[in-house]
């Protein structure tokens, strides 16, 4: 029998990513990008719903496209990448500090650790407002 369960998915979000630029996590109630967190998380459940997909739990690569005003990114490729895989990944390793605020969407995750990523690309696109763009999809297993 063939698996049937999609191997990509893309998540499209309005705004900013979430950025992964100190000690504290971003899951932390109140932190400051709390807004931009549920954002991502709400995106990515409804693309997930939608697509029937179920988290990944072999190797995958991850690709961010961010859309913004020439000249005016936030912030370095490697924090708004890191902030993006933290919060598609399954957070049951974070759940030491507490992340009953994020209600039913602490559940949402596209995969299940960031050791799985594989491959990773970031890009640029000039864009009246800000958004991205993230997909994320299985690694062929080699030959």
Known sequence: MQDTRAVA???KVSGLPPVKAEALS???AGHRQAMRV???LQAA???AQQAGWTPLSG???V???LRCPPGHRTSDASTLLGGVCAVLQDKKRVAS???AHLGVLVDVALYDDDRQIRAMTYREEPAEDYSYEVRVAAVPAAV
């Open 38 to 40: 549920r954002a991502l």
């Open 97 to 99: 500090i507490g992340l």
């Open 9 to 11: 998915l893309t998540v």
């Open 63 to 65: 690709d961010l496209v």
């Open 45 to 47: 459940c409804a693309a």
């Open 26 to 28: 971003i899951f932390a």
């Open 59 to 61: 190797p995958i690569e």
